[in-house]
C-alpha cells in the first residue's frame, strides 16, 4: 500500500503515523533516536507490506497490469489502491478528505526530527503538490504518476496505465474495498496499534 493508506492505518495515532510514513527510508534496524511508538509505526508499515504483498485479491488487481508495467506493476498497484481510498474517504473517516491531509501535513511536520533525508524530500514534494489529496481524482493520479515517471527514469509510462484503470475501474474498486477490509482487520489486531479515536 502506498503513503494515503499507511496513515489511515496508523488510526489516528500520531507516532504511528510517522513512522508507518518514514518507514521505506529506515533501513533494517536502525531505530537510533526514534520513541518506542514510531518504531512501532515503521515495525506496522512492514507487516502492512508483507500482508499486502502475498493477498490474493491485491495479487489479482497487480496482475491486471503485469502485462504492460511488469516490475513495476506493484508500485503501480499501491498507487492506484490509494486513489481508490481517496475517492471513497468518507466511507472510511468522519473528516473530508482534504481536511485529513492537511491535519496529515502539520502533524509530520511537527515531527521533522525524526525525518532521514529521503522521508524529508518526499514530505516536500507532497506538500507542493498535496500528493495525498490528489490521488483523489485519476488526473490527479496521473500527474503523480509522470512524476514519478520522471524520477525513474525507466522505459514504463506509467502515466499510461491510467487508460486501463477506466477500463476496469468497477473491477479494480471492487477488488480494493474487499482487499483493504481484510488489511484493516490484520492490522487491528496487531499489537503496535494502540487506537487513539
Known sequence: MNYLAHIVLSFNNPELIVGN????????NNFDGLSENVVNGIMLHRKIDTFTDSH????????????????????LMDMIYDHYLAKNFHKFSELELQKFCSNVYDLLYEHLHYFPEPAKRFY????????LYNYSTLKGLEIVLTHLNHRIRHRYQLQNSIQLIKEQNNEIEEEFFIFFDDLKKHCLEQNEVKLIL
Do not use: Q
Not at 490474493?56 to 497490469?65: A, D, G, N, Q, V
Open 56 to 75: 490474493p485479491i491485491y495479487l489479482t488487481s497487480k496482475h491486471r497490469f503485469s502485462n504492460d508495467f511488469g516490475k513495476y506493476s506493484g508500485v
Open 21 to 28: 510514513f518514514i518507514a521505506d527510508s529506515v533501513h533494517g
Open 124 to 131: 516536500g514534494y507532497m506538500i507542493e503538490h498535496n500528493v
